[in-house]
């Protein structure tokens, strides 16, 4: 498990460095299957674990996992999507960015997790970040610091946050580079501390006390608000902050609205609702590579992070502020009631309603959201069912997750999971399973069972090797 210092190094910096004690053998053995798959089939990408089985091994080893419920909690989630980078001698490496399915939130509910199977140095292309840069949703931001390039020993496991900068870097050296990369999800929203704490407080003195503090506080149980005040700025300026300065400064002045709580609420749901329509507003200092239309959204983001950090008092507000007549209001409510978690609950019924939006940006974050603002009830459950069969992929995927988070509450879900495990979309089915394993009934296990019975890999066939 990580301490109160390998935590708070976490949060700021957004990544652990951890050396599983398996030994140097297994890691070559890892490496040598590797090379033979490359070789004869090509990368399995998903599949890396089922036709590399003891990749496994990494993740179960007591340093990883420790590291990892430290960061996400108890009953932490593999996500079905896992993919084996590789690195040729003499290539070129990328550019600095975030991966995809990211969704530009500093709450801790996704990492990245980067096993090495060999030694990684300078010369050979190691992955590269940006310490701190996950906060950030900007280029220009999130690259405002040096790169750290990230030479490893055989068998190093990087855990990052899923929102930070990075890029793999150029091979100059003659040697193959191999990086197999996982996802893992948060299913349980923070009561207590999840690591090995002493209890400690939040240390102050670093230049970004306000938000760092916040997220210390949500990860230790709290609501975010990290204590007394500290700016002595009015409510109007840090709000006219929030809305026209770049990043960093917009984020300090969120959370500093956060850290005072219910008393900023009224301003920044008048913020959140104001027109910003496509042209950036007056004495905006400019965003640089944000493009002119996402403009608005980044403002209401970052509106969204300061009422996530007040709570419960702002959840009657959001929760009408979801049935606004611009979709983008509608939009920035429903994925905040999601951020707030279980002390949103109140907002569900505005949540489920959300899921009939005629957006369909606004029913994937309704999705998602009631996953977590209701995964301590059933209330969500014949809604998320619906979802089910909604055409848009990502609603889907979204609702198949919220039923797993809600877990032993969804059994009426069943059926239904039963019927998506042909789903066209592999994350679906891979949810689905995940979702009738956290349900646990019989009717879920023998589904479960019966399907993983017709699906099974074996990993010693090859072409070669058929029988």
């Given amino acids: 498990m990580l301490d109160d210092a390998g935590m708070q190094r976490f949060i700021r910096d957004g990544y652990a460095l951890v050396e599983p004690g398996l030994d140097s053998g297994f890691h070559r053995a890892v490496f040598d299957s590797i090379e033979n798959v490359f070789e004869t089939e090509g990368n399995p990408g998903n599949n890396l674990m089922a036709r590399i089985p003891a990749i496994k091994k990494v993740w179960d080893d007591p340093a990883a996992h420790g590291a990892l419920e430290s960061i996400l909690g108890q009953n932490y989630y593999m996500h079905p999507h896992r993919h084996c980078h590789y690195r040729p001698p003499r290539s070129e490496g990328q550019t600095l960015h975030k991966d995809g399915f990211s969704r530009r939130r500093h709450r801790t509910r996704w990492v ?6 060999q030694d990684t140095t300078l010369e050979m292309g190691p992955t590269a970040f940006v310490p701190g840069s996950h906060y950030y949703n900007t280029a220009e931001a999130g690259a405002a610091r040096e790169e750290m390039a990230l030479p490893v020993p055989a068998g190093s496991v990087a855990i990052v946050d899923y929102d930070i900068w990075h890029r793999g870097t150029a091979n100059r050296s003659d040697r193959k580079r191999y990086m197999v990369k996982f996802l893992f999800l948060r299913m349980e929203e923070p009561r207590s501390p999840s690591w090995d704490s002493a209890g400690a407080e939040w240390e102050t003195g670093g230049e970004r006390d306000e938000m760092w503090s916040a997220m210390w506080s949500w990860h230790t149980g709290g609501n975010g608000h990290g204590g007394v005040p500290i700016s002595s700025r009015s409510i109007d300026d840090l709000v006219h902050s929030v809305v026209n300065d770049p990043e960093p400064a917009c984020l ?6 956060g850290r005072i709580g219910e008393g900023a609420a009224p301003a920044l749901m008048d913020a959140l609702e104001a027109d910003y329509g496509d042209a950036a507003p007056a004495g905006e200092v400019s965003y640089g590579r944000l493009a002119a239309a996402d403009r608005p959204e980044q403002i209401r983001r970052n509106i969204s992070y300061a009422l996530a950090t007040i709570g419960g008092p702002a959840v009657p507000a959001l929760a009408e502020a979801a049935a606004h007549p611009r979709w983008s209001v509608r939009d920035a409510a429903v994925e905040t009631l999601g951020d707030i978690g279980p002390d949103a609950a109140a907002g569900v019924p505005a949540l489920l309603k959300a899921l009939g939006d005629e957006s369909q940006q606004v029913r994937r974050h309704a999705s998602e959201a009631l996953g977590i603002a209701g995964q301590d009830g059933a209330e969500a459950v014949p809604g998320l069912i619906d979802s089910l069969d909604d055409p848009d992929e990502v609603i889907r995927r979204n609702a198949t997750l919220a039923l797993a988070r809600i877990g032993k509450g969804a059994e009426e879900a069943v059926p239904a999971l039963k019927g998506i495990l042909g789903d066209e979309d592999r ?41």
Avoid at 112 to 117: G, I, N
């Fill in 252 to 257: 300090d002045a969120a959370y500093a609205l």
């Fill in 427 to 467: 994350y679906v089915r891979g949810k689905a399973l995940e979702a009738l394993r956290r349900i646990g009934s019989d009717e879920a296990r023998d589904a479960l069972i019966e399907d993983l019975l017709t699906s099974r890999w074996c990993e010693i066939t090859t072409k070669d090797d058929l029988y």
């Fill in 112 to 117: 990245l997790a980067m096993y090495y199977p």
